[in-house]
């Protein structure tokens, strides 16, 4: 059964303090990987794809990173601007739709 | 701002009512969803259109009944809905099916 994971669910952090927020995943054939940023009454955000293991995406404090059984967005000097709840996403049925993790809430404090 | 426009932000029906929910998007995508997403929940998956043509259904309740009029528009029609139908429904689209979806900010649906 396709699945996906994420971990921890919920990460409190100062600003400025780095971390890294994980995605496994158990999906036959990855079609990419997509990772969202969604914001308390927003729709999610689309962020980043990642299609193979070892490539990498940036942007701004953000990269995505991604390994045959899980991904990884680091966070790097955190403000609290980024204080979101954090998605990852993989394709399933032949790609025709996404199933989602529960998501990490990601909090920054000044 | 989202690409993908959803209308209204905001509706409140009771049990017996019938309403529409809206789509647009002008990115020329060619696949477009309804998701579900209740509070502290990820999106869940209702339909899947592709070139205007229901693809997925994910044995959603009939009261729910979607439409995809042409390639910029997509409908979700509500009748008799119960008060467990309460959320967050929000509308994506993609290039093509497969590819990353963007998503509208969502109808904040209550039944009373």
């Known amino acids: 059964e396709d699945q996906v994971t994420q971990s921890p669910e919920a990460l409190r952090l100062q600003e400025g303090e780095s971390s890294s927020l994980n995605c496994s995943y158990t999906v036959s054939g990855l079609r990419g990987l997509f990772w969202y940023r969604q914001d308390p009454g927003k729709g999610p955000e689309f962020l980043f794809t990642?299609?193979?293991a070892g490539e990498e995406k940036e942007k701004e404090r953000l990269k995505a990173t991604l390994t045959k059984k899980e991904s990884f967005l680091h966070i790097t000097a955190p403000k609290p601007e980024d204080s979101a709840t954090y998605l990852c996403a993989v394709p399933y049925q032949a790609g025709t739709a996404l199933i989602f993790g529960k998501g990490t809430t990601l909090s920054v404090s000044s | 701002d989202t690409e993908v426009t959803q209308t209204p932000k905001h509706l409140v029906m009771g049990m017996t009512n019938k309403k529409s929910l809206k789509c647009e998007q002008h990115m020329g995508h060619r696949a477009m969803y309804w998701y579900k997403q209740k509070a502290k929940k990820p999106p869940e998956l209702m339909f899947v259109y592709s070139y205007e043509k229901l693809s997925i259904n994910e044995s959603v309740p009939s009261r729910f009944s979607p439409e995809c009029p042409n390639s910029s528009l997509l409908n979700l029609h509500l009748h008799a809905l119960q008060p467990e139908d309460s959320a967050l429904y929000l509308c994506?689209?993609?290039?093509?099916?497969?590819?990353?979806?963007?998503f509208g900010d969502g109808t904040r649906l209550s039944i009373l």
């Open positions: 994506a689209s993609s290039q093509d099916l497969g590819q990353p979806q963007h």
């Open positions: 990642l299609y193979s």
